[in-house]
């Protein structure tokens, strides 16, 4: 049951980055047009690609995670055995998840509901801020559910080796 939801759930955030990234790339190109060509900058296409790089850098985090592509320093823990590699990973795991739920997720939905609430507009589109720091919690969802995800596969894991050693264990 949970696989189509989250395939579901992927497809969305994949195709929601690479619109996100189309958008930011026509916006640019026009930016360089009006500026160089024209000679008449546009007065909205910087902030809305300021926006976009917030949300495309947001989301493509979550992207990144979900493929395990993410920025980490494993040289120490590649030396470690099996059974300490697993225990680093599920506590790295745990303090993403706390991490994108307990900040991201909840203190972006209070940042974007204070937003919202005194009216903030941004300066060139008058577009409401809240919009804007939605992606903070939208990918903090992202976030805690891959990291969760993968909590208990490396849970899992971290089980299967201890279900084998102790059947060692046993037959000596």
Not at 117 to 127: H, V
């Amino acid at each position: 049951m949970w696989t189509p939801i989250k395939k579901a759930l992927d497809r969305f955030l994949e195709t929601l980055v690479a619109a996100s990234m189309a958008i930011l790339t026509i916006d640019v190109s026009w930016q360089v047009i009006t500026r160089f060509i024209l000679k008449n900058p546009s007065s909205w296409t910087e902030e809305l690609a300021t926006n976009l790089m917030i949300w495309v850098g947001l989301l493509g985090a979550a992207v990144a995670l979900n493929y395990k592509d993410h920025l980490g320093i494993d040289y120490f823990v590649g030396k470690l055995s099996e059974k300490k590699r697993l225990w680093t990973e599920m506590f790295a795991y745990l303090c993403i998840t706390l991490f994108s739920f307990l900040v991201m997720f909840l203190g972006g939905l209070k940042l974007v509901a204070i937003t919202f609430r005194f009216g903030q507009l941004s300066p060139a589109m008058k577009l409401p801020m809240g919009y804007v720091y939605l992606a903070v919690p939208v990918a903090g969802v992202f976030l805690a559910i891959y990291s969760t995800e993968f909590f208990v596969e490396t849970f899992i894991k971290l089980r299967r080796i201890g279900d084998h050693s102790g059947a060692a264990v046993e037959t000596k």
